[in-house]
């Protein structure tokens, strides 16, 4: 009988028996399955890596675009100060992006009068004499003021005659707890720029570098013999009323070289404290705090508050809750105290009566010595070597040679707008002032013990 089926349809019904692979197949793709995890594993884990390093990097890359604050790690690499040369000619006061502390590096305060000169702009806020001729002037301008660095310094050896730019710390003006406005040299090594941040120069301000080691602001700071005090201060003012709604207050000190910073015992409380509150002599220091006299030696040692003699007179700006205005000036063994209504000066055309004190018994006990009719409020004084005792006023400038008889010292011209808010006698003779301008350039200074003061442009 013939077969009708298809070949074909018969093969494709059949059972198909597979092939084997060939020897080793299997082993190869259970090689590739691992290496396939593997590879997998390790992109994960460089994945997560760079995450971490971003994170980690964010914050410092953040903390350098915050609007009016300069970063913690720029520093001016191409010049001396604000508006300096640069070896190639240029002007150059960018500050570049370092990871080392921001500072300035420039000419040493031995080498003032012979450099580059200071900005133009330069206004002056405070001064500090080395010796009789030899001082460093701190005040605001230059290019750096692109950058919100504006702080920039001058040195003079001729006492003001010639100015030359030296290096300044990487900051601003005053603005809350940032930027300085005061400036102190012990000698010709160490300084200190402050008010109310704090910066510290070991060589003469070639170079400056924060130190933030005091709490708070920095009110106030002297330095004698080999030591320095500031005094630090929790307060809520902003600009250049820093020094304004202060709660407490504490007193430190340290060898001048090592800032190394210790609290001095007996001098901390609540309560108000302003610029030119410490007072230093060569070997008594002065505080004047919360209407209080603190007291104590310059070497390391505790201070105290002066109590007041039983039955001995007590200045009105010394009682408790007073308004009046308070400022102290040493001299030897005495301390003057000069006191002034509080609220004087601003539109009233009657003399203010400002009343000096002396003490010969740090603060225990004070007699009046006089009453000088003084438009305007007191904002600082000072007693030369020889006695005189200048008063800086915001109507202009005073002295007394016996702090009893007062007479109105000649300003060579028109007294400036607004008074001024510094003065101090370096010697019998020397003395320099600060108009309380700081837009006209320029600081004032005597060679006549007081009498006279001639003004002189930074520049």
Known sequence: ??????????????????????????????RRARRRKAIRTLSAAGGAAVIVAAVVTLPQVAGSLWPGQPSANKVNSATASPGTKSAGGSRNASPTSTVSAPHRQGQPLSSASSGPQPPVSFEPTSVSFVGPRTGAVLGQGGKACARGLCTAIA????????????????????????????????????????????????????????????????????????RVFALSASCAGQGRAFASGCTNFAL????????????????????????????????TGYLLADHRIYSGPVTPGSWHAATGAPGAVQPPCLRPA????????????????????AGVGAPEPAPARLTLYL???AGQSWQPRGTVRARGSATSVAVSSAGVVVLATTSGLWWSPDASTWQRASLGGTSPAGGFGF?????????VAVPADWALHEVFTTQDGGMTWQPHVIQ
């Open 1 to 30: 009988m013939t077969d009708h089926r298809d070949p074909i349809e018969a093969w494709l019904s059949a059972d198909v028996e597979l092939l084997p692979p060939r020897p080793g197949t299997f082993e190869r793709v259970r």
């Open 155 to 226: 040195g003079t050896r001729d006492f003001g005659s010639n100015w030359s730019a030296m290096a300044a710390p990487a900051t601003g003006a005053p603005n809350g707890s940032s930027g300085v406005s005061q400036i102190r040299f012990l000698n010709l090594r160490d300084g200190w720029a402050y008010g109310p941040a704090l910066y510290v120069t070991h060589d003469g301000g070639a170079t400056w570098r924060p130190d933030s080691a005091l709490p708070g602001r920095v009110i106030d700071l002297g330095a004698v013999g080999d």
């Open 252 to 283: 430190y000190s340290a060898p001048a070289g090592s800032d190394r910073w210790q609290p001095v015992i007996g001098a901390s409380g609540q309560g108000a404290v302003m610029p030119g509150s410490l007072q230093l002599t060569a070997s």
């Open 322 to 341: 007073s308004q009046d205005l308070a400022l102290i000036a040493p001299s030897g063994s005495n301390l003057y105290l000069a006191c002034s209504p």
């Open 359 to 361: 003490s010969a018994d």
């Open 423 to 431: 003065v101090d006698m370096t010697n019998a003779q020397l003395g």
